[in-house]
């Protein structure tokens, strides 16, 4: 069976233009269904042109049996509209729908954007090969676990499917059905270099954490899987050896929670010869665990911090204390390392004016190399959604485009604060953290080389374009 699987556009603001992942989901989805007889494609929409008579153009070239789309909640109107292209092509093509957004809200999904005909619920690789096989065969949805459809005058939820046990099991991610060139730099901010090729790669599924805004439970379940490191290294070898890579960003939620296993990984990176970054928790790193992975290539480390004030990080379930903080940021700078901080404004609806006071001072403290703030988004599926909703913050036809954490106009309020003033905050925040004198002479030292004088003029134009210039909406 030809399939297509595709990434739908989404809002580039500047702080993103240069810095767009690779659908590394799709990718392992594809290889997946191929490594079982089917013909799959990638179309990234991100990067590649979705206007309606290339979609078209494409659609005739390639004349997919199935369609399939993974979609954000800011992305899933913009999925829909690529929905439409295609029903329009051929009203005779199945459309799936998978991703977070589907995943926490299938009925909902199915009975607000009509050109979906089944949704895929949490991982994708076992139920979209059902939902192929059945198709090929010409045999209903029926029993096909992890999927919701339409059955006469009512949406029908399967029940769910069991996590894949084994990752080892699944094939590499199939990085050829990607148009590479596009992906410029690499997708985190700090690293620089004409030389550097840069791709993602998960060494592992889920989170153990339960913080109340993440969406992760809803895609990959409850607790964490792990890759074996042979099954890690024989990937980063192949991309490598094919296409050129040198450097990896580990998108694991917690790359660093088994210490043995991470140490086992550090000792065959050192031997790759390549560079890497990776998130992690200020809890789970000391300065034994970050000379380990300098000492193995990497480069950078990132930290969810989300607040400052004790009392909101107790409420959004962080497990966290600021002591840590203070602690795993030290560490990193006596090991080299980049740091960034992610924080969060109106992580809970009940944050005020001192508990914002409370995050500016404690990202003064920590001094990150790169600092990025986000306004709160009550993703479907979350316990903060629900949350909200019980406050009365949320109505009953939520525009999802503005749930967006960087782009968004929020189209939602908190106890103290409407949506235009968390997005004042977050600008206060990033301005008052970026334009203080320490910074500006960082920024200004790392200047003074080629390769660094390109960058950050880059990054500047765009951080500024974000702040001052882009129309939310």
């Not at 199915?110 to 045999?139: M, S």
């Not at 913050?393 to 749930?403: A, L, P, R, S, V």
Request: with cysteine; hydrophobic share 35%.
């Amino acid at each position: 069976m030809k399939i297509v699987l595709a990434r739908p556009p989404k809002t580039q603001g500047g702080l993103e233009k240069s810095s767009v992942q690779q659908p590394i989901n799709l990718c392992s989805i594809a290889a997946y269904l191929n490594a079982n007889g089917h013909n799959t494609e990638v179309w990234d929409f991100e990067v590649e042109d979705s206007g309606p008579e290339t979609v078209r153009s494409r659609l005739e070239q390639s004349r997919p049996d199935l369609f399939g789309f993974t979609a954000l909640t800011a992305t899933i109107k913009a999925a829909h509209e690529i929905a439409c292209l295609v029903k329009v092509y051929n009203p005779e093509i199945p459309i799936m729908i998978g991703g977070p957004h589907a995943s926490a809200t299938p009925k909902q999904t199915l009975e607000e954007f009509l050109n979906f005909d089944v949704v895929v619920i949490g991982e994708g690789e076992e139920t979209a090969l059902d939902i192929a096989n059945r198709l090929e065969k010409n045999q209903p949805y029926q029993g096909i676990f992890g999927s919701a459809y339409r059955e006469k005058n009512r949406v029908v939820i399967e029940l769910a499917r069991p996590v894949i046990k084994s990752l080892d099991d699944l094939p590499y991610p199939d990085r050829s059905l990607l148009k590479l060139s596009l992906y410029k730099g690499a997708s985190t901010p700090g690293l620089e270099g004409e030389n550097l090729q840069s791709t993602e790669l998960f060494t592992s599924r889920g989170c153990a954490e339960k913080c109340i805004f993440c969406t992760v439970k809803g895609t990959f379940g409850l607790g964490v899987r792990f890759r074996s490191p042979d099954h890690v290294i024989g990937e980063i070898i192949e991309c490598k050896e094919k296409f050129g890579f040198n450097h990896f960003t580990i998108e694991d939620d917690t790359f660093t929670y088994r210490k043995s296993r991470l140490k086992e990984l550090c000792q065959k990176f050192k031997e790759l010869n390549m560079t890497w970054d990776c998130d992690t928790r200020v809890d789970q790193v000391d300065e034994e665990t970050f000379k380990l992975m300098r000492d193995s290539g990497c480069v950078k480390v990132a930290f969810g911090i989300e607040s400052g004030s004790p009392r909101i990080l107790r409420l959004i379930k962080k497990r966290i204390e600021l002591d840590q903080v203070r602690n795993a940021f030290k560490a990193a700078r006596k090991a080299g390392l980049i740091t960034q901080a992610f924080f969060i404004v109106g992580s809970h609806p009940t944050e005020t004016i001192e508990d914002i006071k409370l995050t500016k001072a404690i990202i003064r403290e920590i001094k990150p190399d790169f600092l990025l703030v986000n306004v709160m988004v009550p993703f479907p599926g979350t316990e903060l959604y629900d949350i909200m909703k019980e406050r009365g913050y949320i109505n009953g036809t939520e525009d999802w485009n503005k749930f967006d954490c960087l782009h968004g106009r929020p189209a939602w309020r908190t106890d103290m604060f409407i949506g235009d003033q968390l997005i004042e905050i977050q600008k206060n925040i990033l301005l008052s953290y970026y334009l203080t004198p320490f910074y500006l002479w960082r920024i200004f030292k790392k200047m003074l080389t080629r390769e660094g004088f390109k960058y950050y003029t880059s990054a500047t134009l765009g951080f500024l374009k974000y702040l001052f210039i882009e129309d939310r909406k």
